[in-house]
């Protein structure tokens, strides 16, 4: 997976398995965000903030928040494709966007925004990010911040109210 300069980072694919379809022949909800969770460790994995960081310092990245934007329906056997983007982080939490396209018609399927907090497994607190994965995501960052702002960021449920 290589990434051009300035641009979100690529996430690689995945295949919509047949358990993730629905009585209405496409993808469950609750499998988009397993899908986004499934391709996230290739967002974190560079900058050592996976399972291989949580095992040697018992400190681990948790959601605090997730918002999925469901743009259009994707079926069984589709293979999706993913790109993340570090929206901003300070020295305990990190916010990310994610897009999930369908790789072959090439639209968006769906975005998801996430906000992580670092946490000291040992009190199960959040606490601030180690001073070398604050310098990776630092540099993530100076990678990311001059991207577009997601159209979907920053967004909440609602609808007009009727009179």
Same mark, same amino acid.
């Given at each position: ?9 690529d996430?690689g694919e ?7 379809i ?12 397993l899908? $986004? ?6 967002l $974190? ?20 928040e997730?918002?999925i934007? $469901?743009?259009r ?5 589709a293979?999706?494709?993913f ?8 020295a305990? %939490? *990190?916010?990310? $966007? ?6 072959d018609?090439?639209?968006l399927?769906?975005t998801?925004?996430? *906000?992580?907090?670092?946490?000291d497994l040992? *009190?199960? %607190? ?6 070398d ?7 993530l960052?100076?990678e990311?911040?001059e ?13 007009s109210?009727?009179?």
């Open positions: 997976m290589s990434t051009p300069p300035n641009a979100p980072t996430l995945l295949a919509v398995r047949p358990e993730w629905d009585y209405s022949g496409h993808m469950n909800i609750g499998y988009y965000q899908a $986004f969770e499934l391709r996230a460790w290739a $974190f994995e560079p900058m050592d903030l996976s399972r291989a960081y949580r095992e040697r310092t018992n400190n681990a990245v948790f959601a605090l997730s918002h934007a $469901f743009l329906e994707v079926r069984e056997g293979f999706l494709r790109e993340g983007q570090l929206l901003g982080h300070d305990k %939490r *990190i916010r990310a $966007f994610y897009r999930m396209f369908h790789a018609e090439g639209y399927a769906a998801n925004e996430v *906000i992580y907090v670092h946490i040992d *009190i199960r %607190r959040s606490s601030p990010l180690p001073p994965r604050a310098a990776a995501l630092d540099t960052w100076a990311h911040k991207l577009p702002w997601p159209d979907q960021a920053g967004s909440s449920i609602g609808f109210k009727k009179k």
